[in-house]
């Protein structure tokens, strides 16, 4: 099956870049898929072996879904592998370019209800938030 492959640069350095990529305080203010949507908890216990756990929903209430998985492996500051509560298998790689640069890239195992694309866009939205988070913060 073909995966979603997907990478960022941030102006930002690895050490700074990983702190908000993997702390509940942080990741409930950038995870979201655009400005309707809400991460209105995350709640990580971040070891392998430990479990996450973002309640996402719309911010009108309509609807809301659990992402939950478990921590397989971790290399602080280099690389995380966790694997949905459905199963999937989703890898992100932290690489320092220089002193202030960093690049993001993931490798991501895409569920079989929605299209690859919008899939795809979706991850790469999430992303980007993240991106501007990292810059603004």
Same mark, same amino acid.
């Given at each position: 099956m073909e995966t979603i492959k997907i990478d960022?640069?941030?102006?930002?350095p690895a &050490?700074? +870049?990983w702190e908000l990529y993997t702390q509940s305080a942080h990741i409930a203010k950038w995870n979201v898929v655009d400005n309707r949507w809400k991460c209105g908890a &995350?709640? +990580?216990d971040f070891r392998e072996g430990g479990e996450?756990?973002?309640t996402m929903s719309l911010k009108d209430?309509?609807?809301s879904f659990d992402y939950a998985g478990t921590f397989?492996?971790?290399v602080p500051?280099?690389?995380i592998i966790y694997r949905t509560k459905d199963g999937r298998t989703v890898v992100v790689d932290f690489e320092t370019i220089d002193p202030t640069t960093t690049r993001i890239s993931q490798d991501i195992e895409p569920d079989k209800l929605n299209s690859f694309e919008s899939q795809r866009q979706e991850y790469y939205n999430i992303l980007n938030n993240f991106h501007k988070y990292v810059e603004n913060h």
């Open positions: 960022i640069t941030i102006l930002a &050490s700074k +870049v &995350s709640n +990580v996450f756990k973002n209430g309509s609807y397989e492996s971790i500051g280099q690389k």
